[in-house]
Structures are given as C-alpha cells and as structure tokens.
C-alpha cells in the first residue's frame, strides 16, 4: 500500500475509521482469510494481485460474454469499498488533493488501509 493512503486513512476521523473496521471485521471469513494472505504473500502491493480464480473468470465469460478485470480494485474491492459505503459515505471522508489543483472525496483513496487495520490481529 502506498504511504499517501495510508497518510489519507489516519485523516479520517478515529470514530468513522472504527465503524469502518467493525464493518470489514463482519466480511465473510473465506474472504478475510483470502485477503489476509495476499497481504502476507504481497505487503507491498497486495492490491494489484489478481483475487479472481481463472476458473470463475472462464464462467463469466461463458456465462455473460465479458471477463471480468483480474485486478483486486476493479472487482472484489470495488464490492469492498461499496461495503464500506454502507456505515461512512464519500462525502464523509476528509479531501484528497490531486494534481491540477483537483480534490475529491472517495474510497478509492482510502480503503487499502482500512483493510489493513481492519484484518490486524494485535
């Protein structure tokens, strides 16, 4: 994960991160299981690893005519960041500045990290 996300989570408001990290902890636990072995296999990147078996990429494909992305962002975490729109809201998340003098407000720039924290077994 990236020191600006992580830097864009610890700006969000400790009561909203806890409320994050008591949804992610409820996620399936095939799930958890999967996520927290990625992170060990790949702590640096774990994100950019393809999550999705061959196997069920082949049966959408049969099945719907289209694969679906390999990539973590673009299927499971989009279901994650959805997930975590259920108890805190874009809108809600402190601004994140980009180039061009642009700023927004989304999970995208956030949820690795409450991920992270959320699977820490301390």
């Not at 992580?6 to 095939?30: F, G, H, M, S, Y």
């Not at 990147?45 to 973590?72: C, H, N, S």
């Not at 960041?81 to 601004?95: A, G, I, K, S």
Request: hydrophobic share 35%.
């Amino acid at each position: 994960m990236s020191d600006k996300t992580r830097e864009n989570w610890e700006r969000v408001d400790p009561a909203l991160r806890q409320k994050c990290i008591v949804q992610l902890r409820t996620l399936p636990d095939d799930i958890k299981a999967d996520l927290t072995r990625v992170i060990q296999e790949h702590p640096n990147d774990w994100y950019a690893q393809d999550m999705t078996p061959l196997a069920e990429r082949k049966r959408i494909k049969a099945e719907y005519g289209f694969y679906i992305p390999d990539v973590f962002h673009f299927n499971l975490g989009m279901g994650i960041r959805n997930y975590l729109r259920d108890v805190v809201r874009d809108d809600e998340l402190p601004f994140v500045e980009y180039e061009g003098g642009h700023s927004y407000q989304n999970w995208d720039d956030f949820y690795t990290a409450a991920i992270e924290d959320a699977l820490k077994t301390d």
